[in-house]
């Protein structure tokens, strides 16, 4: 077979000039380029919640990194991140909120009630760019699970065995091809072993899985023969070979470049080799493929991650493809120093946070810390920021051990692991970027209608934002349509908020409900969550000790109180300006109420009973002193009139409408000042959804341990300036 190494070209998309190349590279090049469109769903949200498991009653904290699909920074596009809880097979929400972005990171706490039924649930995160009408699959997840005692925590688990044994075969480049070097993976459900490939029934060549149930092999197939692996026991026959066809083989992987083989049976023209990733196109290689060519594309520039590589002819139809994994190693590193083993009860830590890249070269970061007791752990759990940007967010497939390919010593192959994955499982390939608009407001697009008639002209409305204690006021108005915005500023007034318009005439404010628009999606499409869990069960065994620690935890408080509830205070000091305001009613100084010959006096007291001249008596009144009969009077007990809600605030020309959920600090006591003498029953000791490390690298970390004894877990997860995440862990006892 003749070896044919052709030139090839390479078009950047990034760069806004490129070169005049001859036929055929630089027409073929350009016209594949213009099928490749940029995607408007374009952020990736992960998200985090300071431990796994909680009681009922328990303040949850959250923070999520909102990120660019395409650098893997931190996203500036979006400013509101809409936030749910719900059981994880969807039927109850028990919490929806809308919290402020700042520079691509979001962070806040929700209430998990009292009364909150034990069981799994689900948080799940939205952005305006991160969420579609089509959208089938859904990342932006995390599950948490509520128990209502320490003591119903399984901490004793097995591992859930598949029993199904099959044998699932994936031909690199998509298809095997007669006469040529084809390169096979297989994957299968029993332990690591041996096995063999069979040739029309009769064993031909040795073959064994060394990572994750997962082998590879080369052989050079017969179109002819029929082909089978036989392993533990089973036996699965490889797809038909095909006489005419392309095999694509990844020859190299390196951090300055990688080069692919491409060998041909039975068919030869122009080619074109495309490689795009996170929904980016990256280069183009074309050449002429005659009997086997070699491409070799630079990708020292790219990102980390998975690229989707296809091979084309030049009627742009795909010949073959794959997915690769460029740059493995490539990540932000974590690292901790000053950390004892052992501390004691209410004993401070304090240890030294250091960010590097893979050369070991400091790099500022922001990163999220979380520190609790390993009790409220989920052993299921085995997603972090690495596994989860690098590999698990762009796959429509689950992956048992994500982590193994990152964290394990040496890491696993991830391009062995993606030859078990084909193409169009990449979330980000052209197939599946479809020009699908965002539903989600960055901004809540208002209007005001006129109560009465249409007002062809709207008037500019002026407007006036303040929360129930007018301590945040803000002013805007409408534009000529009627409309104006609930952005981030004014979403930031209050965690519900009165808007009030200022018009002689009646008018209704209208606020969409983003959460309503949700709910209508996913019922028509219920998306489908690929948490990525270990397949585990409870095992056998009695509780750990320290569940036993918390039995003296606070489970309620009831605050009650007398007189008249309003949704917020400012509605009861309105309620209070109503009852006066265009209320004429009088006390004389003769003590009737309304005395026609007095004219004035003080305001009627609440309860108070009083004598009031009816109505046709009182015409008959001038002065002092004047006579009545029984049937010329009443007496009763005098009542302010009473307003609902929706009167006050339609009286005062306002509405109610909810902002962000109001931050609150997370507890992190002192104990050089505050007293060591009460009982500290913290489960987590730690948490800061943004911890910045300077220039070097460097962030200095200092809490208090609690009085539990029992072994605690420190993850610190963060994102780079450079594109870089990554995620570190560690580990101390309190005795």
Not at 357 to 383: H, M, Q, T, W
Not at 546 to 567: A, H, P, T, W
Not at 710 to 734: D, K, L, P, Q, R
């Amino acid at each position: 077979m003749k070896v044919l190494f052709n030139f090839f070209f390479i078009v950047n998309l990034i760069c806004s000039g490129s070169k005049v190349y001859s036929q055929p590279g630089r027409v073929l090049m350009d016209s594949l380029a213009r099928r490749m469109n940029m995607s408007l769903f374009n952020e990736s949200i992960y998200l985090n919640s300071d431990k796994d498991i909680y009681i009922a009653g328990e303040n949850l904290w959250f923070n999520a990194f909102v990120m660019d699909r395409q650098s893997f920074g931190l996203s500036e596009t979006d400013k509101i991140l809409y936030l749910e809880i719900m059981s994880l097979n969807g039927d109850t929400v028990i919490w929806k909120e809308m919290y402020p972005v700042v520079h691509g990171v979001c962070a806040g706490h929700a209430y998990l009630p009292v009364d909150l039924r034990k069981g799994r649930y689900l948080l799940k995160a939205y952005t305006g760019h991160s969420f579609t009408r089509d959208q089938p699959y859904f990342f932006a997840t995390a599950t948490i699970q509520v128990v209502k005692d320490p003591r119903e925590i399984s901490n004793n688990w097995k591992e859930a065995l598949d029993k199904t044994a099959r044998i699932d075969i994936f031909p690199e480049g998509g298809q095997l091809v007669s006469g040529v070097t084809n390169t096979v993976a297989f994957r299968t459900e029993s332990s690591s072993g041996k096995g063999k490939l069979l040739k029309n029934g009769v064993a031909i060549q040795d073959i064994e899985t060394k990572q994750d149930h997962i082998g590879v092999f080369q052989f050079t197939p017969d179109a002819q023969a029929t082909y089978s692996i036989q392993y533990g026991g089973q036996e699965q026959q490889l797809p038909a070979i095909q006489k005419n066809g392309i095999a694509l083989h990844l020859l190299h992987n390196g951090k300055d470049s990688i080069a692919f083989s491409i060998a041909a049976s039975g068919w030869q023209g122009n080619v074109l080799l495309r490689l795009q990733m996170n929904g980016a196109l990256q280069m183009i290689g074309a050449g002429v493929l005659r009997d086997k060519l070699v491409i070799k594309i630079p990708v020292s520039s790219l990102p980390a991650g998975i690229a989707e590589v296809s091979l084309f002819d030049e009627q742009f139809q795909v010949l073959a493809s794959r997915l690769v994994y460029v740059h493995a190693g490539r990540k932000m590193h974590v690292h901790f120093s000053g950390l004892q083993d052992t501390y004691g009860p209410k004993g401070m830590v304090t240890l030294k946070m250091t960010t590097t890249d893979e050369n070991g070269k400091p790099i500022p970061a922001a990163v999220s810390v979380r520190v609790y007791d390993r009790l409220f752990g989920d052993a299921r759990r085995n997603r972090d920021l690495t596994n989860f940007y690098y590999l698990t967010s762009l796959l429509r497939d689950t992956l048992i051990n994500p982590d193994h390919y990152f964290d394990s010593s040496p890491p696993l192959s991830l391009d062995t692991l993606l030859l078990t994955k084909q193409a169009i499982q990449y979330n980000l390939s052209e197939r599946n970027l479809k020009e699908d608009m965002p539903v989600l407001p960055d901004s809540l697009l208002c209007t005001a209608v006129a109560t009465h008639g249409t007002d062809k002209k709207h008037p500019n409305l002026s407007l006036l934002f303040f929360n129930y204690n007018k301590s945040v006021n803000q002013v805007g108005m409408t534009n000529e349509k009627g409309q104006f915005f609930l952005r981030q500023e004014e979403l930031s007034v209050g965690q519900r908020f009165f808007i009030r318009y200022f018009s002689d005439k009646e008018y209704v404010l209208l606020v969409p409900r983003p959460f309503d628009t949700i709910m209508a999606i996913e019922s028509k499409r219920k998306p489908v969550y690929f948490l990525n869990e270990r397949h585990l069960l409870p095992g056998d065994g009695g509780s750990r000790p320290n569940m036993l620690q918390y039995g003296n935890m606070l489970k309620e408080v009831i605050v009650s109180s007398k007189g008249r509830d309003f949704s917020d205070t400012y509605l009861g000091f309105l309620d209070s300006i109503a009852k006066f305001e265009a209320n004429t009613d009088f006390v004389g100084a003769c003590g009737w109420l309304n005395c026609p010959a007095c004219g004035s006096g003080k305001k009627p007291v609440e309860g108070v009973v009083y004598s009031e001249l009816k109505d046709n008596k009182k015409t008959l009144v001038s002065g002092h002193p004047f006579s009545f009969g029984p049937d010329d009077y009443t007496k009763q007990a005098y009542h302010y009139p009473k307003y609902t809600e929706e009167e006050l605030l339609k009286k005062f020309k306002m509405i109610i409408t909810k902002g962000f959920w109001q931050h609150a600090p997370f507890y992190h006591p002192d104990y050089e000042k505050e007293d060591t003498r009460i009982n500290d029953t913290r489960n987590v000791l730690y948490w800061d959804p943004l911890v910045v490390t300077n220039e070097h690298g460097e962030a200095t970390i200092r809490f208090y341990c609690s009085d539990i004894k029992s072994s605690f877990v420190g993850v610190a997860e963060g994102v780079a300036g450079n594109g870089y995440v990554g995620t570190g862990t560690f580990n101390f006892s309190v005795r």
